[in-house]
């Protein structure tokens, strides 16, 4: 058994046998839902025997969390008062992000071993309908920990990258639920009229997803206008992102990195040199 293989019912998703008809089941369902609305969930990927050191681990971790309080919109830019009055760009959001870098995550904890799980690498690639996945070699991206803290919330938004794997580790007391306007936007086609619109408070489209903690959540949010409600009672929402690329040595610009981090490590400097970018905020 491939390291963390254990922290998974083996039953349900038998990371090590692409074989298992179970294997097959579960990256069939997978690609039929996210095609469909660009989402799905594998429930109790962390079997519930292990949600109790799963919310602990995280909470050992979460002071750790670096806060960035900006004001964007939904494309994550910066408004642009240039725009139409009625442009959904237009539309001033504040992002609370609150992350743990990787580097605060021990190897040993349970999102850190399920992580580096290559049949979980096989599994997500399968069912994305990519030839293979990588985790970064970004020393603080890769895997994180979302922090949002009660009274907080992250805003509706558009991904920029194809897809994204997240783990609820802790699920608040009310709200931080997770809701979603599936293929809102498509490719050559930004129905700027229908962004608008759920940003004014239309519900046609939105849908709400209930996640628990252990709940694998793949999304492709590029195309799918989506955000976490604001969060109620006493304790924070907390979800491990697990990014992975289709191609391996990936890592953020350094302006990214300070955004999510606070800080830039050597990498980012050496990677952004190499590409050309610029090394300013």
Do not use: K
Request: aromatic share 6%; charged share 25%; hydrophobic share 40%.
């Amino acid at each position: 058994m491939a390291p963390g293989g254990d922290v998974v019912d083996a039953a349900r998703y038998p990371l090590d046998d692409p074989g298992d008809p179970a294997w097959g089941e579960v990256v069939a369902r997978a690609r039929a839902e996210l095609r469909a609305q660009g989402c799905t969930v594998l429930r109790d990927v962390v079997a519930p025997g292990h949600r109790d050191r799963l919310r602990a681990e995280g909470d050992a971790v979460a002071g750790h969390a670096h806060a960035d309080v900006a004001e964007v919109n939904v494309y994550n830019t910066d408004p642009d008062p240039a725009l139409p009055a009625d442009h959904p760009a237009r539309v001033v959001l504040h992002r609370r992000n609150a992350f743990v870098a990787r580097d605060h995550i021990p190897a040993d904890h349970l999102v850190a071993r399920l992580y580096a799980h290559p049949g979980l690498h096989r599994l997500i690639a399968a069912c994305v309908e990519v030839p293979a996945v990588h985790p970064l070699a970004d020393p603080y991206a890769g895997l994180t920990l979302n922090v949002v803290a009660p009274g907080d919330d992250h805003p509706w938004h558009f991904d920029t990258n194809e897809f994204a794997v997240s783990l609820l580790t802790r699920a608040p007391e009310s709200g931080g639920e997770f809701e979603y306007c599936p293929g809102l936007r498509t490719v050559g086609a930004e129905n700027h009229a229908g962004v608008r619109a759920v940003l004014d408070g239309d519900r046609g489209p939105v849908r709400r997803l209930v996640l628990r903690p252990g709940d694998l959540q793949l999304f492709r949010g590029r195309f799918s206008l989506h955000r976490v409600t604001p969060v109620g009672g006493t304790t924070p929402r907390h979800a491990a992102i697990l990014a992975y690329s289709e191609r391996p040595g990936v890592l953020n610009s350094p302006t990214r990195s300070r955004q999510l981090f606070g800080r830039v490590a050597p990498e980012h400097l050496a990677a952004a040199t190499v590409r050309g970018d610029t090394l300013q905020d």
